[in-house]
């Protein structure tokens, strides 16, 4: 099991630790370390402090991903979804939300705002070449096949 070592900020203190919400959960819940409430408007964004600074294992990335539910519920997302915790980073997680909902939306100290998911990252190197091998493909994208 890979372990992920925490160190809690000040403004953190009181706040339990990222966890898993059921056994088969893939991400951790990464809380609001907000003083007072924060509103983000319609078409607004905020950057949420979580309160802890994270040391990823090497050769690993955690990918901070929107919840569903604060999606569905109040328009609201993770705005460069997924953002990245690189292994080598040191400086507090802060979460970029941004609200494509119709209505105001509001995070209060403690609340979900995000889950943050171990992700494995494989060594590679770019090669430059002359061309590339050919696929079935080739430069078809974008809409290419025809269906959304």
Not at 36 to 63: D, K, S
Not at 127 to 137: C, I, Y
């Amino acid at each position: 099991m890979k372990r992920i070592l925490v160190e809690v900020l000040p403004h953190g203190e009181g706040l339990p630790l990222p966890a898993r919400a059921t056994a088969g959960s893939s991400g951790f819940d990464l809380l609001a370390a907000v003083e007072g409430p924060v509103t983000i408007l319609p078409g607004g964004r905020a950057l949420v402090p979580t309160g802890i600074r994270v040391a990823i294992p090497e050769g690993h990335e955690w990918q901070v991903r929107p919840r569903s539910g604060m999606a569905a519920k109040l328009g609201l997302t993770v705005l460069n979804s997924p953002g990245t915790v690189d292994s080598d980073y040191r400086g507090e997680v802060k979460v970029i939300l941004v609200n494509h909902g119709e209505g105001p939306a509001t995070i209060a100290r403690g609340d979900r705002i995000a889950q943050a998911v171990l992700c494995e990252v494989p060594a590679a190197e770019l090669a430059r070449v002359e061309s590339l091998p050919a696929t079935g493909r080739g430069d078809g994208g974008f809409g290419h096949t025809g269906r959304a």
